[in-house]
């Protein structure tokens, strides 16, 4: 599982997963891989450039990412969604659950 993470100078951590699919085939390797991403930083963008699907297990997967960050009184944003993401998560309603930006700048603009 490739993530790419970057301290931002506002210390907030953004995150992008270099994968195409965020499913049941990967995601046990996606929590392992964002375990220690998640306990070191409160304030974190997601980046889902690269994404093409994600299936139940992958939703799953983020809305635990947005759960601890919010636990440990954080937030936990989505950005660069592309439109086939997109639409399942308005299918799912998650675009109601989730703070979702179309830019990381926008993303990181959002947390000041």
Excluded at 5 to 28: C, F, M, P, W, Y
Excluded at 57 to 70: E, V
Excluded at 74 to 89: S, T, W
């Amino acid at each position: 599982m490739e993530l790419v993470a970057t301290q931002e100078a506002s210390g907030i951590l953004t995150i992008r997963l270099d994968e195409e699919h965020l499913d049941a085939g990967n995601v046990k390797d996606f929590k392992e891989a964002m375990a220690p991403l998640l306990e070191k930083a409160d304030r974190i963008v997601f980046d889902m450039s690269r994404l093409t699907f994600v299936d139940s297990s992958g939703l799953g997967a983020l809305l635990a990412c947005l759960r601890q960050t919010h636990r440990g009184k954080g937030d936990f944003k989505l950005c660069e969604m592309p439109r086939p993401v997109c639409a399942l998560f308005e299918l799912m309603r998650m675009h109601r659950v989730f703070n979702i930006h179309e830019t990381r700048e926008d993303a990181l603009r959002a947390f000041a």
